[in-house]
Nanobody
Framework: VQLQASGGGSVQAGGSLRLSCVAS????????MSWFRQAPGKEREFVAA????????LYADSVKGRFTISKDRAKKTADLQMNNLRPEDTAIYYCAGGSTVILSARATPNAYAYWGQGTLVTVSS
């Protein structure tokens, strides 16, 4: 499985961006797709996750109410709609996928076997 992320860019605070991640290869029904981000000098942190089967979602507290993750199983895509962006959202955003991610591990980077190349999001004040 390969993941390809796109949609990053530069916006002013309060603006919106939409990221997209497309998977190529076999994504089984138990597939989980997530977004993580890494700001300069910081560790990679969890942003949001969605399961292929059932569509349950999980969000980091810092993005709840502002970001929405969605999926299209037929297209094998997981999008991240980011609204009301803040300067602290500036980071490289990575999509991640895995077929054996248990519910309690969705926010853990090591739970994912596949990673996209990252896309840069810059939010200016």
């Amino acid at each position: 499985v390969q993941l390809q992320a796109s949609g990053g860019g530069s916006v002013q605070a309060g603006g919106s961006l939409r990221l997209s991640c497309v998977a190529s290869g076999n994504t089984v029904s138990g597939w989980t797709m997530s977004w993580f981000r890494q700001a300069p000098g910081k560790e990679r942190e969890f942003v949001a996750a969605i399961r292929w089967n059932g569509g349950s979602t999980l969000y980091a507290d810092s993005v709840k109410g502002r970001f929405t993750i969605s999926k299209d199983r037929a297209k094998k895509t997981a999008d991240l709609q980011m609204n009301n962006l803040r300067p602290e959202d500036t980071a490289i955003y990575y999509c991640a996928g895995g077929s054996t991610v248990i519910l309690s591990a969705r926010a853990t980077p090591n739970a994912y076997a596949y990673w996209g190349q990252g896309t840069l999001v810059t939010v200016s004040s």
